[in-house]
């Protein structure tokens, strides 16, 4: 963050000039403060010079701010840990003083600070969390307990998805567990030199995997930044030191920024608009993906401006002058104060180019919008609050008294919401840690509206399958389509942003999902879902299409000792009857059987390509047939030429045959030609011919026929 002190009254260019990556405070020397933490301070009646950086930061955002405690808490920390050391030969009181330090400068409020200067005693002292609760209030001890490590010795190997697991449900109630988190993985990433190259390694990979996406969506960029660039240079050296040189011989780059700076300091000088200009040099990652994707750089591209005014509408009429008065270029525009990302982030985003030709990227916000978007949550102080005035000992656990859905609250934004929804479907500790690595990586979301006028929030790429899900939880295992801004659409359908969608559920309550569906699932709630009820039904499905539901084959109840499923009936002692998906005979099709593992025996129509394979390979058929029942359950599949309102009337003729539609797969057409793949439940198979002859009517379908999916050897 930016720690200038500027008139806001006048605009001024601001131009760090150093090689440093972040302005602000000078790195604390981290031996001179354990040297501080032994020794204390001289004077008695004021905090020990160790804390006394931690002070000064504290102050210069909360002025009023009671230090009492500040000091009481290090007391504990430092008498505890007294004795300890870090691997780098530091005393370990290093770490807690340097960890709040950080969140010191980013603004948080004193509760926070005071649970990061305690947050490894109960973890690697003899402190207990009943003494922090004594001695702090409930609040600390919340955020002491959140951070804490569970055991190895009693996990093993789960001990830290387990830990992440036990943080972010912590995080669920309050927010700050995570920045303390951040802020201490942070510092030992800044001091993880000290460790072996492959324990570099596998710490770099979590940060980045798990605790980068964290940062973002939790807006605090400032934390965000520097993490890629530490873990950007152990787990990519040659990149990062290439970057490095790249930086170093272009040092200069400055100079190009400072010349347009000043061009826009004059336009906005001659408009009237009170504004600060400033230029941010990009950090190493940022400079390592620009080269990626522009090749060459020019000195433009080493940094962006910054321009801050005091009001919203001063960053639309800063925008109106740059557009006016520069060559913008539009492809570059983004409002993000309109709509603001889902991790509070709020800015103007252009681009405009000079006099000479250089084209340089400007970040337009206001004073506020620059602070949370550094520091993101930990800009909100403390959250849970009822008001600005003095910080109070507020439960954490009032959180959770909030109505089911997407909260208002910013600090549980809708994918933490849904984060600790899934991982509670997700028990095994791999499967948790495999699926918040999988749900992490989606960087961007969507919203979507439903039918009746809530939303959604999902992540970028997610389908209808993804929609279902979140709305219906496993209530969509019998979903079997959806339409998308009123149009009928297959459940594999990617959904955009501002969509409208209406989930279509079977009537049936034996309905399930298909394999096919864990292709289109991106959310870990539904892929969670989907497996359970797989596994759940490992023999009693049938697949019927690419985004088609999936129908358990549920054994109907005896008769005279043998086993029926949709009226046909085997003499084999004892066997379950299912019906083959890859052909679905009805009667009064001549069908065989062959018995498969289980105990059951599956049904294929005489003429299934399925048959002649199992003959072939010695396979005994099993006498089965027809029963007295006339429901049945098919699958048609319909060849037509596309043309408006297709669909809408075969559904009229199926509906109007009695048939109840479990399933429907439309695939895309080619070359003017679509697929049409029902399942049907009918009340009586003897209405199949009349129905496949009604279908055959509709304008446009040229064939209407039995499926016959190619089906592997039982």
């Not at 409930?138 to 830290?160: I, P, Q, R, S």
């Not at 000479?356 to 993101?376: C, P, S």
């Not at 060849?639 to 559904?651: C, H, Q, V």
Request: hydrophobic content about 40%.
């Amino acid at each position: 963050m930016s720690a200038e002190a500027t008139n806001p009254g006048s605009a001024e260019v601001t131009n760090p000039g150093a090689p440093s990556r972040r302005r602000g405070r000078p790195r604390i020397d981290l031996r001179r403060l354990g040297r501080a933490a032994l020794l204390g301070s001289a004077a008695r009646d004021r905090l020990p010079d160790a804390i006394g950086h931690v002070a000064d930061a504290h102050r210069a955002h909360h002025p009023d701010a009671d230090l009492a405690i500040l000091h009481r808490a290090y007391v504990l920390a430092e008498s505890s840990h007294r004795g300890q050391f870090r691997k780098s030969g530091e005393p370990y009181i290093t770490h807690p003083l340097a960890v709040t330090l950080i969140l010191a400068e980013l603004g948080a409020e004193t509760t926070t600070l005071t649970a990061a200067l305690l947050h490894d005693t109960v973890e690697d002292t003899e402190v207990t969390l009943d003494q922090v609760r004594a001695a702090f209030g409930d609040e600390v001890c919340y955020l002491v307990d959140g951070v804490t490590k569970l055991e190895k010795v009693d996990y093993g190997a789960a001990a830290e998805p387990e830990t992440f697991r036990k943080m972010l449900v912590a995080t669920g109630s309050d927010v700050r567990v995570m920045s303390i988190k951040l802020a201490d993985r942070l510092h030992n990433m800044r001091t993880l030199g000290v460790m072996r190259p492959e324990k570099q390694a596998r710490i770099a990979k979590v940060t980045r995997d798990v605790l980068i996406p964290l940062a973002e969506r939790l807006g605090v960029q400032a934390l965000k930044t520097e993490l890629e660039d530490l873990v950007f240079a152990i787990l990519h050296p040659e990149e990062y030191e290439r970057t490095r040189a790249l930086i170093a011989d272009n040092a200069d780059a400055a100079d190009a920024l400072a010349a347009i700076a000043e061009q826009v300091l004059t336009v906005l000088r001659e408009a009237g608009i009170q504004a600060e200009v400033l230029i941010r040099p990009r950090h190493f990652v940022s400079v390592h993906r620009v080269r990626l994707k522009r090749g060459e750089l020019r000195g433009t591209d080493f940094g962006r401006l910054l321009v801050l005014v005091g009001e919203d509408a001063d960053c639309y009429a800063v925008l109106g002058e740059l557009h006016t008065c520069f060559t913008p270029l539009i492809s570059e525009f983004k409002d993000f104060i309109a709509a603001p990302k889902f991790n509070l982030y709020q800015s103007l985003h252009t681009a405009v180019a000079g006099t000479d030709g250089a084209v340089a990227e400007v970040l337009i916000r206001t004073h506020q919008m620059h602070k949370v978007a550094e520091a993101g949550v930990i800009a909100l102080g403390n959250p849970y609050t009822a008001s600005d005035g003095p910080e109070t000992e507020a439960a954490p656990t009032a959180q959770t008294d909030q109505p089911d859905g997407e909260r208002a609250d910013p600090t549980r934004p809708g994918w933490l919401s849904r984060l600790l929804e899934w991982q509670e479907s997700a028990p095994d500790p791999d499967t948790f840690w495999t699926s918040l690595r999988a749900e992490l990586a989606e960087d961007r979301e969507i919203t979507v509206f439903r039918a009746d006028g809530g939303t959604l929030g999902l992540p970028a790429g997610a389908s209808c399958v993804d929609a279902a899900y979140a709305q219906y939880g496993e209530e969509a295992h019998a979903c079997i389509g959806a339409r998308v801004n009123g149009r009928l659409a297959t459940l594999s359908t990617q959904l955009s942003d501002g969509d409208t969608v209406q989930l279509l559920l079977a009537e049936d309550s034996v309905s399930g999902p298909s394999p096919d569906w864990l292709g289109h699932a991106r959310t870990p709630a539904a892929r969670i879902a989907i497996t359970a009820w797989l596994s759940r039904h490992p023999e009693g499905a049938i697949a019927v299409g690419g985004a088609g539901t999936t129908v358990p084959r549920a054994p109907a109840a005896p008769a005279a000792g043998r086993r029926a499923a949709a009226g046909a009936v085997t003499d084999l002692p004892e066997a379950t009857v299912r019906l083959a998906g890859c052909c679905t005979p009805v009667p009064p099709d001549a069908v065989t059987g062959f018995a498969v593992r289980g105990g059951a025996v599956t049904v294929h129509r005489a003429e299934c390509p399925a048959v002649s394979r199992m003959r072939a390979l010695g396979r005994a058929p099993v006498g089965v047939r027809w029963g007295d029942a006339a429901e049945c359950r098919v699958t048609l599949v319909a060849e037509s030429f596309g043309r408006p309102r297709l669909l809408a009337d075969l559904t009229e003729v199926i509906a109007t045959a009695g048939a109840a539609i479990v399933a429907a797969t439309i695939e895309p057409p080619s070359e003017q030609r679509v697929r049409h793949t029902y399942t049907l439940q009918l009340p009586d198979a003897a209405g199949l011919p009349a129905l496949m002859r009604a279908m055959r009517d509709v304008a446009g379908v040229y064939d209407v026929s039995r499926a016959q999916h190619p089906a592997a050897t039982p």
